[in-house]
């Protein structure tokens, strides 16, 4: 949200068009609820949103490196579809610690 933010007021003073992808896995049984309620919150402070929906089978293992491998291709064919030359993406703290721990536990070590 916070680079979304940065985002509109950059697109706004440089007259550029601004979509916010949302991706919903699927994985959760609240993850589309959650999926509408991100995009209303952009909405409301003037941002184009789009929720992307993986309809495919669900991972049944490495469900976290199959989810970012389904996310990214949901949004690449997205950009390519809509001629969409710039991506720009954010994670936040929770994301770098879940990435850290998946690691360490598939035995990387703490530099992994």
């Known amino acids: 949200m916070a680079l979304t933010a940065h985002l509109r007021d950059w697109a706004k003073r440089h007259d550029v068009a601004l979509t916010a992808l949302i991706v919903d896995h ?3 049984e609240e993850s ?5 309620q991100v995009a ?3 909405s409301a ?3 184009a949103a789009e ?10 293992r490495n469900i976290q490196a199959e989810a ?10 997205w950009c390519l579809a809509n001629q969409t030359p710039v991506l720009a993406v954010a994670h936040h703290l929770e ?14 070590g703490v530099y992994g």
């Open 40 to 42: 209303g919150w952009l």
């Open 68 to 77: 970012r491998r389904i996310r990214y291709a949901l949004i690449a064919d």
């Open 26 to 28: 699927g994985l959760r």
């Open 51 to 60: 929720i992307l929906r993986w309809t495919g089978a669900r991972p049944d």
């Open 32 to 36: 589309g609820r959650e999926a509408g």
């Open 95 to 108: 994301d770098q610690a879940e990435t850290f721990l998946l690691r360490l536990a598939r035995g990387s």
């Open 45 to 47: 402070r003037g941002v």
